[in-house]
């Protein structure tokens, strides 16, 4: 039930669902606890795939990058 939810829902603002819980977890967490290695852990996804769907956020204009001093690819 919530799988479905949720690829209804990121399908509605034109997101993939991985973008949308992206989005929901980098607003409720504190930015020392939003970089990419973290995410890819949380997510059980490479880094490369949450990195493709940061940049697709940061293109949209939904989601802000700022550089992490412990991970290069924040």
């Known amino acids: 039930v919530f799988r479905a939810s949720l690829q209804d829902a990121s ?4 997101l ?9 977890f980098v607003a409720e967490h504190r930015s020392d606890q939003t ?7 949380e ?6 795939t949450v ?9 949209k204009s939904l989601l802000e990058k700022k550089p ?3 991970d290069s690819r924040s």
């Open 68 to 70: 992490h001093q412990l």
């Open 51 to 59: 990195s493709d769907s940061v940049k697709t956020l940061v293109n």
């Open 16 to 24: 993939t669902p991985l973008q949308l819980q992206l989005l929901i």
């Open 35 to 41: 970089y990419v290695s973290l995410l890819a852990e």
């Open 43 to 48: 997510f059980m996804v490479t880094k490369a």
């Open 11 to 14: 399908r509605a603002f034109g």
